[in-house]
């Protein structure tokens, strides 16, 4: 079975850190684009940053560039994203989806159950 | 960035008629090189992950009910229900992922009249 179960999650201060974990399985995740979106509590949805498969190539969203870093480990089937001076603004659930690019499809079709990030004093 | 606007933000449809939600993206998304447009929707119900529903405007994701589809190009595009089903109430949103950063709509909230 194709899946993603994202964890790391929880409570941390204003300022903090935090490292969010994916960990794949059913699909060779060393051949997608991988990707983090997040959703604040009762609003929608939102892109964050995404990575290709061999890390050559990283993209974020403008609010956390030079505070978040997205990363991986093909060996370990794992996405990463490392949370840093975080702000209240950065609650949210978050998940990991991978992103299918052929020459028939492009586009996010596998999705985590999402893991709850609160940043509050 | 590129906006990406849903209307309307919610609609009420009676079990067996048609709904549709419209997208209007700020800039087009149409490739010029492969003549697809990277619109892509998907379906969100309470407490669970984003479903994809279809991507490329228009070629629906496998498994996908063919009650759902998607139409248009360039800057607006919709997305029609033919038959609302009960298991359809949830949100619906329209995302872009022709340029960096991805986006997405604020969302439609489908229920039942």
């Known amino acids: 079975e194709v899946q993603l179960v994202e964890s790391g999650g929880g409570l941390v201060q204003p300022g903090g850190s935090l490292r969010l974990s994916c960990a794949a399985s059913?699909?060779?995740?060393?051949?997608?684009?991988m990707n983090w979106v997040r959703q604040a509590p009762g609003k929608g949805l939102e892109w964050v940053a995404n990575?290709?498969?061999?890390?050559?190539?990283?993209h974020y969203v403008a609010s956390v560039k030079g505070r978040f870093t997205i990363s991986r480990d093909n060996a370990k089937n794992t996405l990463y994203l490392q949370m840093n001076s975080l702000r209240a603004e950065d609650t949210a659930v978050y998940y990991c989806?991978?992103?299918?690019?052929?020459?028939?499809?492009?586009?996010?079709?596998?999705w985590g159950q999402g893991t709850m990030v609160s940043v509050s004093s | 960035d590129i906006v990406v606007t849903q209307s309307p933000d919610s609609l009420a449809v009676s079990l067996g008629e048609r709904a549709t939600i419209n997208c209007k993206s700020s800039?087009?998304?149409?490739?010029?090189?492969?003549?697809?447009?990277?619109v892509a929707w998907y379906q969100q119900k309470p407490g669970q992950p984003p479903k994809l529903l279809v991507y490329?405007?228009?070629t629906r994701e496998s498994g996908v009910p063919d009650r759902f589809s998607g139409s248009g190009s360039g800057t607006d595009f919709t997305l029609t229900i033919s038959s609302l089903q009960a298991e359809d109430v949830a949100v619906y949103y329209c995302?872009?992922?022709?340029?960096?950063?991805?986006?997405f709509g604020q969302g439609t909230k489908v229920g039942i009249k």
């Open positions: 995302h872009q992922y022709y340029t960096i950063p991805w986006t």
């Open positions: 490329w405007a228009s």
């Open positions: 800039q087009s998304v149409l490739s010029s090189s492969n003549n697809k447009d990277y």
């Open positions: 989806a991978r992103t299918m690019i052929t020459l028939t499809k492009f586009a996010s079709d596998v």
């Open positions: 059913g699909f060779t995740f060393g051949s997608y684009w």
């Open positions: 990575v290709k498969q061999d890390e050559s190539e990283k």
